[in-house]
């Protein structure tokens, strides 16, 4: 079974700090994971995800196969950040992706 | 040009009522989805369709029926709407290179 995991319900930081928007997963096999964010009843957006290794508007997130994590950062949050963040992680590989299994979602706002 | 396509935007209904939403994809991906967002903001997958055919039915009540007239449309018709199947509906599509959300359909059952 494939479980994915964010801590944090509510995220607050003020602009220019750093953030981190915490994620774990389970799966038994080779894991594909993505961060999406969702701007106010917008629809959900790519982000990132690991196997491309980009940086997207300043965010990063690096997948750490050994803590089974996939931790979203920034160094300077703006207030445009400020959104509703979902990890996922699918499972199928080949031609086409099989079905995301979401995290419980992390509401980030950056105060200015 | 819209990727992913759904139509109602926001649906309003009295219980008891059946109800469908549209999806359409103009990207050429083999498989669509549907999700459902709760009010407490949870995504969860509902149904996925390659080429037209059922791979996924995450338990949900037969209330609810897909159709796939083809590999470019998923539709979602919903019987006997409840006050729980209140959420918000994505449809998705997806191919070797990722996923594509649709806005999203609100429906909110009175």
């Known amino acids: 079974a494939q479980r994915v995991t964010q801590p944090e319900k509510l995220l607050s930081v003020f602009k220019g700090a750093p953030v981190e928007l915490k994620c774990n997963y389970s799966?038994?096999?080779?894991?594909?994971l993505f961060w999406y964010v969702q701007y106010s009843r917008q629809r959900l957006q790519l982000l990132l995800r690991?196997?491309s290794r980009e940086s997207i508007k300043g965010f990063t997130a690096d997948l750490n196969k050994g803590e089974t994590s996939f931790h979203l950062k920034k160094p300077f949050a703006q207030e445009e950040d400020s959104a509703m963040y979902y990890c996922?992680?699918?499972?199928?590989?080949?031609?086409?992706?099989?079905?995301?299994?979401f995290g419980q979602g992390t509401i980030l706002t950056v105060h200015p | 040009d819209t990727a992913v396509s759904q139509t109602p935007k926001y649906l309003v209904t009295q219980m008891g009522n059946d109800k469908s939403i549209k999806c359409e994809q103009n990207?050429?991906?083999?498989?669509m989805y549907w999700y459902k967002q709760d009010s407490k903001k949870f995504l969860k997958i509902m149904f996925s369709?390659?080429?037209?055919?059922?791979?996924i039915n995450e338990t949900v009540p037969n209330r609810f029926s897909p159709k796939s007239p083809d590999k470019a449309h998923l539709n979602l018709h919903i019987n006997s709407l409840e006050l729980g199947d209140s959420a918000v509906y994505f449809c998705?599509?997806?191919?070797?290179?990722?996923?594509?959300f649709g806005s999203g359909t609100r429906l909110t059952v009175v």
């Open positions: 990207l050429g991906h083999d498989t």
């Open positions: 996922a992680l699918s499972a199928a590989g080949g031609t086409s992706y099989g079905k995301l299994t």
């Open positions: 799966y038994s096999g080779s894991p594909e």
């Open positions: 690991h196997i």
């Open positions: 998705a599509s997806s191919s070797s290179d990722g996923y594509t």
């Open positions: 369709y390659n080429n037209k055919e059922l791979i």
